[in-house]
T-cell receptor, first 111, second 113 residues
Framework: GQNIDQPTEMTATEGAIVQINCTYQ??????LFWYQQHAGEAPTFLSY????GLEEKGRFSSFLSRSKGYSYLLLKELQMKDSASYLC????????????FGGGTRLMVKP | KAGVTQTPRYLIKTRGQQVTLSCSPI?????VSWYQQTPGQGLQFLFE???????NKGNFPGRFSGRQFSNSRSEMNVSTLELGDSALYLC????????????FGPGTRLTVL
């Protein structure tokens, strides 16, 4: 089976840095996805990590440690528009496009 | 390139009825996956179609079914609707067959009264 844990809510200040953690347990690992979802909208792809380490994409970075079953999403220079839910997901099987999602972390950015 | 489109965007049904939702993937994408999103359960995988064949299925009752056409468009059907089926139904398309980035459509908000 698969299990993904993320904090339910986080609050941060505009301009600051926030780290959203995700721990997972899966029988076979084939990468980890991060998605952003604004209220009432569809999830949008942020990152995909399959190897250990940090991948940076502008203000957003994602880190993966396969041995620890751990990932985090790092958001720098927070903006009000970053207020959204952040979803961690892993493929359900090694073949096919089925994702098991964590419950999501609702991030509130305050002025 | 046009994104994933879903119709209708909003739907209200009553218990016992059935409903069909439609998804048109990004041009060239052959994989379409369906998800149900509710406040209590989050995003849950329903099924995936690839080249007109159901390749994977989640843990949902048989009332939930789907199909994919030769142009990769997909439909999902829910029969004998229950109150608990009220949810946002999202479809996602992907170019490749294995753990590739999925692009989500805007979803269909289904309300069952």
């Amino acid at each position: 089976g698969q299990n993904i844990d993320q904090p339910t809510e986080m609050t941060a200040t505009e301009g600051a840095i926030v780290q959203i953690n995700c721990t997972y347990q899966t029988s076979g690992f084939n990468g980890l996805f991060w998605y952003q979802q604004h209220a009432g909208e569809a999830p949008t792809f942020l990152s995909y990590n399959v190897l250990d380490g940090l991948e940076e994409k502008g203000r957003f970075s994602s880190f993966l440690s396969r041995s620890k079953g751990y990932s985090y999403l790092l958001l720098k220079e927070l903006q009000m528009k970053d207020s959204a839910s952040y979803l961690c997901a892993v493929p359900w099987k090694l073949a096919g496009n089925m994702l098991t999602f964590g419950g999501g972390t609702r991030l509130m950015v305050k002025p | 390139k046009a994104g994933v489109t879903q119709t209708p965007r909003y739907l209200i049904k009553t218990r016992g009825q059935q409903v069909t939702l439609s998804c048109s993937p990004i041009s060239g994408h052959r994989s379409v996956s369906w998800y149900q999103q509710t406040p209590g359960q989050g995003l849950q995988f329903l099924f995936e179609y690839f080249s007109e064949t159901q390749r994977n299925k989640g843990n949902f009752p048989g009332r939930f079914s789907g199909r994919q056409f030769s142009n990769s468009r997909s439909e999902m059907n829910v029969s004998t609707l229950e109150l608990g089926d009220s949810a946002l139904y999202l479809c996602a398309s992907s170019a490749q067959g294995v753990s590739n980035e999925q692009f989500f459509g805007p979803g269909t908000r289904l309300t069952v009264l």
